[in-house]
Structures are given as structure tokens and as C-alpha cells.
């Protein structure tokens, strides 16, 4: 068979070294099957950041439950950051006697989660499955498996979908006068605010840095601001309220935003109003979409929780399900402030880690 005693020794070598070959892609194949059959189970998964989301991580981390935190990444289509990202100064937030810049603000909050050793991901969250444990925590192709989560996620300020809204969103009209207000196109021109709570006040204030005048329009007959900003919108010279007023009709020319129709809702009357530029401040929704119905939510969509805790219940029952808490914007519907979001954080952290107590 073989021509010689050296080529036979030749083909045993080949043959020794194929075989050594293959042994070794045996070997490689069974580690990299066991590792990806036997993944990692997180303690706990925190979506979303920001006061809710990086208190509970500050918490979770001390309690040595190595939390692993999602924070925006284009989250429903907003920026990073959070609903600061859309104010200046904070002046409510207890430790700062003036005002503390929301930049200022957020960047220390994470600084001190990663100083506790959360594991941070700037990724979105796309889906959970909470229909078997471990639960599922979907983030583009990746699957988390984790005993616990918490949902930080915010409030995404509302929209009025008006005709052109979305071919001029940005352009004409936003919802952030922290973003946009300074764009050349609002600039020096009279603008008008919809929305008579703090957001409103705020913007509308804001705006006075940039506007000729700005109108607020205000569908009741007062505002619902706090009022300390009421009275700073009160002394403003450049700003005007109208009340009982809402908005009917906007008037283009050529792309330009040119006049708003305004009507009284307590005497039907409409008038013009000269406009380059409209703001909504109407409000949030709150970012619960991804949740798929699978957590017990009010009409509004915010998260219900149990009275006293951040437990959350199964949909139409009032089944607690195990291991799952809501913190921040998401479950409330009343107060929606940094504190008292950094406040359900906390407590958040602290429910989660009695559960987790429960299946050591
Ligand atoms: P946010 O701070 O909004 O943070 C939630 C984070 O979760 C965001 O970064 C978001 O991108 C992320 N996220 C959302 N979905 C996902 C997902 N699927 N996956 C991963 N990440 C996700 N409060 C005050 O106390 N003082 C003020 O001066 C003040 N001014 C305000 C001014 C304005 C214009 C507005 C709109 C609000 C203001 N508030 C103020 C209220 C305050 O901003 C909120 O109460 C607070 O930010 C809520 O905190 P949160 O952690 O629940 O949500
Ligand atoms: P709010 O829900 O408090 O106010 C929304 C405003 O928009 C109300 O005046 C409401 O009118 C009006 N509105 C709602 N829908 C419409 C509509 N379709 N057409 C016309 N008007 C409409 O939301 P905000 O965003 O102002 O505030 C959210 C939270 O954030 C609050 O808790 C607030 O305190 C907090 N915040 C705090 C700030 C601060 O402390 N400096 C600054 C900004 C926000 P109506 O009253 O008739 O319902």
C-alpha cells in the first residue's frame, strides 16, 4: 500500500496531527455549547435610569445584588437622558440651595451607580416575557434571563397629532423648548405654547429668550402649575395667557408657519393668532408599550402598583407578580418629580431584594 517505509510514517504523522485537530474542535465545541446552554441569571434587571432607575441601582449594588441596568438608547424615539434632558435648571432637588443643572444632576447620579458597581448597557429594551421564570429581558438580538426586574422606564410627553405635525415636528412645532427653542427658525417670532400645567410654564418662560412674544394657550380657566412658576409666567411681560382657549385650525404658507386659529371654548368665538412656531406642554404618557399588556396598567397606560410598595399586578387580577417592581413616572400619576422618583427607586431596590431573599 504505501511505496516505503517513509512514506507510511509520513501519512501516520498527517494522520496524527488531522487527529489532533479534530479533538481539539471537539473540545472547542463543547465549551462554547455548555456556555451558551447554561447562561447567567441576573439578580436583577433595571429598564430605564435616571432618578427612578439609577436610585434603585444604587441601592441593588449595595445590597451586593450586581444589578445590570438598561439605559436609553433612543428610547421611544426620544434622545438620551431622561425628561431633565428637556429643562435647565432643577431648583427642587434637595442639596443644591440655588439650582443644580439637570447635566450636572443626571451624569452625577450615574457616576455614583457605576461607583457602586452596576454593569451599564446603553441599549433600549424591547420586550419582557414574563411567562415563566427566570423572566426574559429582550434587548435587539440578545435574550437576558433574570430572577427580578425593575421598570423605570419614564413618561414620553404627549402629542396632538395635528395635520403636518410629523412633517414639521422640529420644524414648526415640538415639544421641548429646551431643545429647539433656539433654533434660528423660532427665533425673534411669536410663539405659542398649548398646555397650562408646569411644562408649560416652564417652556413658555423659557421661550421668552428667544421669542418677540410668546402666547400660552390654556384650555381651562387657570393653570395647574405649581405657583411659584405660575407667578414667574404672571410677571413675564413677553408672555400672554389666554384661557379657555384651544387650538382649531393652522394656517401655512408655503411651509412657513404663519397664523394659529384659536376659539374660545366657553363662547365659541375664533380668531386669528400671527404664529412662527407651536410647543405642546399636554402632558406625558407613560413608556409602557413594551410591557405587551403583561402588567396590570390604569386607563392612562401607568403601571399599577400595590398601595405601600412598587409590587405590580398580573392584568385584570390582583395577582402580585413575584419579583417585578415599578419605580418612577411609569407608575405615578400624581406627583412625577426627580425626588419623588429617586424616592420609588428606593423602594423599588428594597422590594427586590426581600424577593430575592425569599429564593435563597
Ligand atoms: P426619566 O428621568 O424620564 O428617565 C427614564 C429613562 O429610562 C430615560 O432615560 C429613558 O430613555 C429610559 N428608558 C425608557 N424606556 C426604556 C427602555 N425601553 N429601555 C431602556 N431605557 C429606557 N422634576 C423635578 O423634580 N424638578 C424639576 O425642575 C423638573 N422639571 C421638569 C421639567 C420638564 C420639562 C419635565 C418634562 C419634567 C420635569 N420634572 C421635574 C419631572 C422629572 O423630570 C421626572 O419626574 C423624572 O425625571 C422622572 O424620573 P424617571 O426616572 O421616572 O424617568
Ligand atoms: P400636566 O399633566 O401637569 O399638565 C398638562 C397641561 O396640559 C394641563 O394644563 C392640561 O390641561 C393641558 N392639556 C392636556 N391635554 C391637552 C389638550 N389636548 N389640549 C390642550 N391642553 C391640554 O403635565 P406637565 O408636563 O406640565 O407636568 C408633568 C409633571 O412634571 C408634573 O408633576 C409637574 O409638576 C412636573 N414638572 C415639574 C417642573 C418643576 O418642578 N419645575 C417643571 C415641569 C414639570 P388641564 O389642566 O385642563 O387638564
Given amino acids: 500500500m504505501f511505496d516505503n517505509f517513509y512514506t507510511y510514517k509520513i501519512s501516520q504523522y498527517e494522520n496524527g496531527i488531522f487527529y489532533l485537530f479534530f479533538a481539539c474542535e471537539c473540545v472547542f465545541f463543547l465549551v462554547r455549547f455548555r456556555r451558551n446552554s447554561i447562561k447567567m441569571v441576573e439578580k436583577v434587571i433595571i429598564i430605564g435610569s435616571w432618578p427612578a432607575g439609577h436610585t434603585a441601582a444604587i441601592y441593588a449594588a449595595r445590597a451586593l445584588l450586581k444589578p445590570l441596568m438598561f439605559e436609553w438608547f433612543l428610547a421611544n424615539g426620544v434622545a438620551a437622558g431622561g425628561q431633565l434632558t428637556t429643562t435647565t435648571e432643577v431648583e427642587n432637588f434637595p442639596g443644591f440651595p440655588t439650582w443644580v443643572q439637570w447635566p450636572e444632576l443626571m451624569m452625577k447620579m450615574r457616576e455614583q451607580s457605576l461607583h457602586s458597581w452596576t454593569r451599564i448597557e446603553t441599549k433600549?429594551?424591547?420586550?419582557?416575557?414574563?411567562?415563566?421564570?427566570?423572566?426574559k429581558v429582550t434587548v435587539a438580538d440578545n435574550v437576558y434571563e433574570t430572577e427580578s426586574i425593575i421598570i423605570a422606564t419614564w413618561a414620553v410627553a404627549k402629542r396632538l397629532h395635528l395635520p403636518w405635525e410629523e412633517t414639521y415636528w422640529q420644524k414648526w412645532i415640538s415639544a421641548c423648548a429646551v431643545c429647539d427653542g433656539g433654533l434660528p427658525v423660532f427665533r425673534n417670532k411669536h410663539l405659542v405654547v398649548i398646555g397650562g400645567g408646569d411644562s408649560a410654564c416652564e417652556e413658555a418662560n423659557y421661550l421668552t429668550k428667544f421669542a418677540s412674544k410668546v402666547t400660552m394657550l390654556v384650555r381651562k380657566d387657570k393653570l395647574r402649575a405649581s405657583k411659584v412658576m405660575q407667578q414667574r409666567v404672571f410677571d413675564n411681560e413677553k408672555i400672554d395667557i389666554l384661557w379657555n382657549t384651544e387650538w382649531k385650525e393652522i394656517l401655512w404658507n408655503e411651509k412657513l408657519m404663519t397664523w394659529i386659529t384659536v376659539v374660545n371654548n366657553q363662547t365659541n368665538e375664533e380668531h386669528h393668532l400671527?404664529?412662527?412656531g407651536l410647543f405642546y406642554a399636554i402632558g406625558h404618557k407613560p413608556a409602557t408599550a413594551f410591557l405587551n399588556g403583561q402588567i396590570a396598567t390604569d386607563e392612562v397606560w401607568y403601571i399599577l402598583t400595590v398601595p405601600w410598595s412598587?409590587?405590580?399586578?398580573?392584568?385584570g387580577s390582583e395577582e402580585i407578580i413575584p419579583g417585578v417592581y415599578a419605580a418612577g413616572d411609569v407608575?405615578?400619576?400624581?406627583?412625577?418629580?426627580?425626588?419623588t422618583s429617586a424616592g420609588t427607586g428606593c423602594m423599588a431596590a428594597l422590594d427586590a431584594e426581600h424577593y430575592l431573599q425569599t429564593l435563597a
Wanted: aromatic content about 6%; overall charge neutral.
Fill in 331 to 339: 407608575q405615578d400619576k400624581i406627583y412625577r418629580q426627580a425626588i
Fill in 124 to 135: 433600549t429594551v424591547d420586550a419582557i416575557d414574563l411567562s415563566s421564570r427566570p423572566y
Fill in 310 to 315: 412598587t409590587k405590580v399586578l398580573a392584568p
Fill in 274 to 276: 400671527e404664529a412662527g
